[in-house]
């Protein structure tokens, strides 16, 4: 991968970062957030006739100047760039993701992650899955819960593969299920490792990515999200006697979408969307 020099001060400021960017804890678990909060996970450009390209030129000019967002390959491609330019010591990895259908795991390069090590330290990031993805970066030290705000997040070892797991906000405490999200080894990768599964998840009807349009983003109150013709906002409490989580969901007419894009993730597109929302079929082969 190109490890060459990027316009950091633009991309910090793209995500709303402010403070000296020097290659410690405090800021890798800062810039993983303010990327959270700025910048998509959407897949908008598979659906408005382009194709996702994993050039890092590319994506940074999509995710910094034109203020898009992406999928995995695209934002932990530009998070790894964005780390490397900063001092941190960065490796990617593989990760495959579990489907809820089916219970079974994606094919070997599924899902892009990074492994930053800081200290003596190992820690997991992952700015490019959406829901459930978590907000800040996780220690791969230990096994032991790791709380993040309503939810609560282990990574659980067996042998050389990684678990993560996660409980809910209806699900925590010592009682509660944990949920596989997706699994990994540390064996290192290459951006180009992933660009036959790129191409996957943007031509199969096995991937939610060909079948629905979709843009979420991480909000510091909960979480907005549109997916075909629907926009649905979360809210978090504030404290635990504030009730519940809230859910609303809105239809949207198609004349509506670009306007909501815009409002809600300031996204403009050059092309036009095609909304879509269709049912995804189970993959043939898992593992």
């Known amino acids: 991968m190109n490890s060459e020099q990027m316009d950091v001060e633009k991309y910090l400021l793209r995500i709303g970062f402010a403070a000296p960017a020097e290659a410690n804890l405090e800021v890798l678990r800062s810039v993983h957030t303010c990327h959270l909060l700025s910048v998509p ?16 030129p590319l994506l940074y000019d999509k995710i910094v100047n034109q203020r898009r967002g ?23 990895i593989s990760g495959q993701v579990r489907n809820q259908v089916t219970c079974r795991y ?31 970066p996780l220690s791969l030290e230990t096994s032991a819960p790791q709380v993040q705000g309503h939810r609560v997040y282990r990574l659980r070892k067996d042998g050389d593969v990684h678990f993560l797991e996660w409980q809910g906000e209806q699900n925590r405490g010592a009682d509660g299920d944990w949920v596989e999200i997706y699994k990994f080894t540390l064996e290192p990768r290459r951006l180009e490792d992933f660009a036959e599964m790129c191409h996957y998840h943007q031509s199969s009807p096995s991937s939610i990515f060909f079948c629905k349009s979709l ?30 989580v809230e859910t609303t969901t809105r239809e949207l007419k198609e004349e509506e979408i670009p306007g909501v894009l815009a409002e809600e993730f300031g996204i403009v597109l050059l092309s036009p969307l095609k909304p879509k929302d269709e049912p995804i079929t189970p993959p043939p082969v898992m593992y």
């Open 106 to 136: 994606a094919p070997s390069n599924d899902h892009l992650i990074l492994v930053v090590s800081l200290e003596g330290r190992r820690w997991l990031c992952d700015v490019g899955f959406g829901v459930p993805g978590f907000s800040a």
């Open 215 to 244: 843009c979420t983003v991480l909000k510091p109150w909960g979480r907005v999200a549109y997916v075909g013709h629907r926009l649905t906002t979360t809210t978090y409490p504030t404290t635990e006697a504030t009730g519940g």
């Open 41 to 56: 996970f959407e897949n908008l450009t598979v659906h408005s006739g382009g194709r996702v390209r994993l050039d890092l």
């Open 70 to 92: 992406g999928f995995c390959f695209e934002n932990n491609s530009l998070f790894w760039w964005l780390l490397t330019n900063l001092g941190f010591r960065v490796t990617v």
